[in-house]
């Protein structure tokens, strides 16, 4: 089993749809949760983090981490082309810097 | 802020030669740099962490003699593939942690280095 995971997808939604996204995890001791977006060919860029359990918002993305059913989701609300990508989720234990990464969803926004 | 670089952003070596990838934090200084792997449609596997000063960490079933790191500095750590072979060619990517007090263990991604061994 590993450690993180999350459905690679693809996803296809058409623009202005709501994307919804998750990973589920096995260690209970992870505090920090994380979503990356990757454009092709190009490197992880952060886009929202939480520390344990809770809600985070910033315009319209949307995190969510449940730690009693070890699960995380990001919301993405009105739906751009631009927001094609793939997003990955990441996490780590609260004193090791150490990232583990799911396999990434990959997203197609439709125009 | 935060700007961290790769060099090159894609290589074509042959079997055989050694590679060197660049990894630079342009704007802040780094303490901790880290070093992964990403093949297509796959997730970033972490290869080993760098510290500024001291020898890298590898993770298991990395070969530390053949993916040679360095860290000399608070701004550059090298990645060099050594004796490179087709199994080898991947997506190299690395990430900087800054130094000093860093908020929820943020780390910044570089662009990345596509690397091909024919």
């Known amino acids: 089993q590993k450690e993180v995971e999350q459905d690679p997808g693809p996803l296809s939604v058409p623009e202005g749809a709501i994307v919804s996204l998750n990973c589920t995890y096995s260690n209970s001791a992870f505090q920090y949760f994380m979503w990356y977006r990757q454009y092709s060919r190009k490197g992880p860029e952060l886009l929202m983090y939480t520390y344990s359990s809770g809600n985070k918002e910033d315009g319209r993305f949307t995190a969510q981490v449940d730690k009693s059913s070890k699960y995380i989701s990001l919301f993405i609300r009105d739906s751009q082309p631009s927001d094609s990508a793939t997003y990955l989720c990441?996490?780590?234990?609260?004193?090791?810097?150490?990232?583990?990464f799911g396999a990434g969803t990959t997203v197609t926004v439709r125009a | 802020g935060a700007v961290v670089s790769q060099h090159p952003s894609w290589v074509i070596c042959k079997s055989g030669t050694s590679v060197k990838i660049e990894c630079r934090s342009l704007d802040f200084q780094a303490t901790t740099m880290f070093w992964y792997r990403q093949f297509p449609k796959q997730s970033l596997m972490l290869m080993a962490t760098?510290?500024?000063?001291?020898?890298?960490?590898?993770e298991q079933g990395v070969e530390k003699d053949k993916f040679l790191i360095n860290h000399a500095s608070l701004t550059l750590s090298t990645l060099t593939v050594t004796s490179a072979h087709p199994e080898d060619s991947s997506f190299y990517i690395c990430s900087a942690r800054p130094a000093g007090l860093a908020v929820n263990n943020e780390q910044f991604f570089g662009p990345g280095t596509r690397l091909t061994v024919l």
């Open positions: 760098s510290n500024e000063g001291s020898k890298a960490t590898y």
């Open positions: 990441a996490m780590s234990f609260i004193n090791d810097y150490k990232l583990s």
